[in-house]
């Protein structure tokens, strides 16, 4: 199951985030919650390199990658994953 969310009502409305993308790879599992912004695309609780991040590109128009270079560092990844958490753990249902 895949599901395009509302950036502006998952994160805030000043948000940059340009996707927010809930993802479901198996029925018995919890949904992976899909970011994608300045630092790139990731799950909120996997990082990049999660197999649900695969499939939110897949499912977007343009699933390229907006990140300056490479992916983002990791210790830039986590800090985002922080600011997302408290907001996917109310999204996640």
Do not use: K, N
Not at 11 to 34: D, F, K, Q, W, Y
Not at 62 to 71: C, E, Q
Not at 72 to 84: G, I, K, L, M, V
């Amino acid at each position: 199951m895949v599901e395009m969310l509302d950036p502006r009502a998952v994160v805030g409305p000043r948000t940059a985030t340009s996707a927010v993308i809930r993802v479901r790879l198996r029925s018995i599992e919890a949904p992976h919650l899909i970011f994608h912004d300045r630092h790139g695309w990731y799950c909120d609780i996997h990082g990049a390199a999660c197999d649900a991040v695969a499939v939110a590109r897949a499912v977007t128009r343009d699933g390229a990658d907006t990140a300056t270079g490479d992916a983002a560092d990791d210790a830039t990844r986590e800090s985002a994953d922080a600011t997302h958490e408290q907001l996917a753990d109310d999204v996640r249902e």
